[in-house]
C-alpha cells in the first residue's frame, strides 16, 4: 500500500504536503507536516528561477528530504497563464520524481481558506483579473474544512462580483485592510486544502487541467 492511499486503494488525506504557487502575484512555496506550515514567498516574475531555491530552504527547515513528502500540490487556476505552468511544470516534475501524487487545488478555494473572515462559513473568493475585472466564486465551508463550489467561477465587473456574493463576505489578497498578504499565504492554503480534502488528487500528473487568465490580460 503506498502513503497517501487506503487498503482498498482510495486516496487518504497526505501528512506531508508540498504546495507550488506560482499562479498570483502572491505566489509561494509551502511546506505542511502535520499540522506545522513552513512558508516561503516567491517573486512572481522570477518564480521560475525561485521556486527550486525555496523547496530545498524548507525542507532544511524541516529537517526534511524531497523523498519525505507525501504529495505535491498546485494551484490549478484561474491565474497567469505563464505562472500557472511554472508551477504546474514544477509540481509535475516533482510529483514524476519522486512517485508522489499531484493535487490540483483551484485557485479560489485557496484563496477562500487564506483570507476569508474567521468563522465564516459562506463567502466569496475574488482574485484581480486585470483590466478592472475580477475573478470570483462562491463559497461554503464544510463540516470537514473543506470549501464547496456553489456558484462560478466569473470573470466579471466587480458590481457583478458583488451580485455574486450575495451579501457574503469578499475574501481577497488584494481587498479589505490593505494589509500586505503573508508571504507565501496562497501556497500553504494549498496545502492545506489537499491535506484535507483528497477529491483534489489526480489519477495521474497528465491529468492536470490548467483554467488561464484571458489572454488579453495576461502580461506574463
Keep these: 500500500m503506498n502513503e497517501g492511499e487506503r487498503i482498498d486503494g482510495t486516496p487518504t488525506c497526505p501528512r506531508i504536503v508540498l504546495a507550488i504557487d506560482t499562479a498570483t502575484p502572491f505566489g509561494g512555496v509551502a511546506l505542511r507536516v502535520g499540522e506545522r506550515e513552513l512558508q516561503r514567498a516567491v517573486e512572481w516574475r522570477t518564480s521560475f528561477r525561485q521556486v527550486a531555491p525555496a523547496i ?3 525542507l532544511r527547515e524541516a529537517g526534511l528530504e524531497l523523498a519525505d513528502v507525501h504529495a505535491i500540490a498546485v494551484p490549478n487556476g484561474p491565474g497567469s497563464f505563464t505562472g500557472l505552468r511554472v508551477g504546474a511544470a514544477m509540481a509535475i516534475g516533482l510529483s514524476r520524481v519522486t512517485g508522489r501524487p499531484l493535487h490540483g487545488v483551484p ?3 485557496a484563496v477562500a481558506e487564506a483570507f476569508a473572515p ?8 475574488t482574485l484581480d483579473a486585470r483590466r478592472g475585472r475580477r475573478y470570483a466564486a462562491l463559497y461554503q465551508r464544510s463540516a470537514q474544512g473543506r470549501w464547496e463550489l456553489l456558484r462560478g467561477p466569473v470573470d466579471a465587473e466587480p458590481a457583478a462580483v458583488g451580485e455574486l456574493a450575495g451579501g457574503a463576505p469578499l475574501a481577497a489578497p488584494d481587498l479589505g485592510s490593505g494589509t500586505a498578504a503573508p508571504p507565501g499565504a496562497l501556497a500553504a492554503a494549498v496545502a492545506r486544502l489537499a491535506a484535507v480534502d483528497p477529491r483534489t488528487v489526480l489519477a495521474s500528473p497528465r491529468d492536470l487541467s490548467l483554467a488561464y487568465a484571458r489572454p488579453g490580460v495576461d502580461t506574463r
Design 118 to 125: 474567521s468563522e465564516t462559513r459562506r463567502v466569496c473568493a
Design 56 to 58: 530545498e530552504h524548507l
Design 107 to 109: 485557485t479560489l478555494a
